[in-house]
């Protein structure tokens, strides 16, 4: 398996706190995304990296923030939750453009 | 910008049977590639196929197969014998080369295989 780890796996918020989830790991892969997952609506992109220090936005990315300071961690912050942001969190990682990327185990977020 | 549509939410299917899920893309480059996953209820997400916009081949895994249509823009997952484990959400998604990596997916189809 793919050395992938996000933390925490569940977390309660209440809303007007900030939140950060973290994305590890251990492949040296270049690109690190973060998505969330409502259902009917799949998994949304809400940022994504190519490089440390390189970030870019996805489709859902207001309200979001993420930083990667080196190559195994890449970090989504909630600035100010609201419970529109509840979902699930999945961190993935890719070694290149045409190779599948990895998934971590998901984080389950719930703000109150 | 680039798109994927999964216009099947749901389907059913049953075992032994064959089952074609949809997808299909918008993208103005030329280089890219185009990924299915599988995830069951458990909650994981399974790497199934790949298909790169320069393949000439359809590409083939096991009892998977990707049905790629390039001038149409359509990459549709077949799966061969339909067993009960393959009950699951199905995500079809798409990196471009051009984007720094951007990988997107679409609404996802959820196949239940009945005995």
């Known amino acids: 398996d793919a050395g992938i780890t996000q933390s925490p796996r569940h977390k309660v918020t209440e809303t007007g706190t900030p939140v950060t989830l973290r994305c590890h790991q251990t492949e040296n892969h270049r690109y690190m995304y973060w998505y969330r997952q409502d259902p009917g609506h799949g998994l949304r992109l809400i940022h994504y990296?190519?490089?440390?220090?390189?970030?870019d936005k996805g489709e859902v990315s207001d309200g979001y923030s993420v930083s990667r300071s080196k190559t195994e961690d890449f970090l989504l912050t909630l600035e100010s939750a609201t419970s529109s942001q509840t979902s699930v969190y999945f961190c993935?990682?890719?070694?290149?453009?045409?190779?599948?990327?990895?998934f971590g185990q998901g984080t389950r977020l719930t703000v109150v | 910008a680039q798109k994927i549509t999964q216009t099947q939410p749901g389907m059913f299917v049953q075992e032994k049977e064959a089952v074609t899920l949809d997808c299909t893309y918008d993208t103005s480059d030329q280089s890219y590639g185009l990924f299915w996953y599988k995830q069951p209820s458990s909650g994981e997400m399974i790497f199934l196929i790949y298909?790169?916009?320069?393949?000439?081949q359809n590409a083939t895994e096991g009892r998977y197969s990707l049905n790629f249509q390039k001038a149409r823009k359509s990459a549709n997952l077949v799966i061969s014998a339909s067993q009960l484990g393959d009950s699951a959400m199905y995500f079809c998604a798409m990196k471009v080369a051009d984007s720094w990596g951007k990988f997107q997916f679409g609404a996802g189809t959820q196949v239940v295989v009945t005995p």
């Open positions: 993935a990682i890719a070694g290149g453009l045409n190779t599948e990327a990895f």
């Open positions: 298909q790169g916009s320069y393949d000439e």
């Open positions: 990296s190519y490089g440390v220090k390189d970030t």
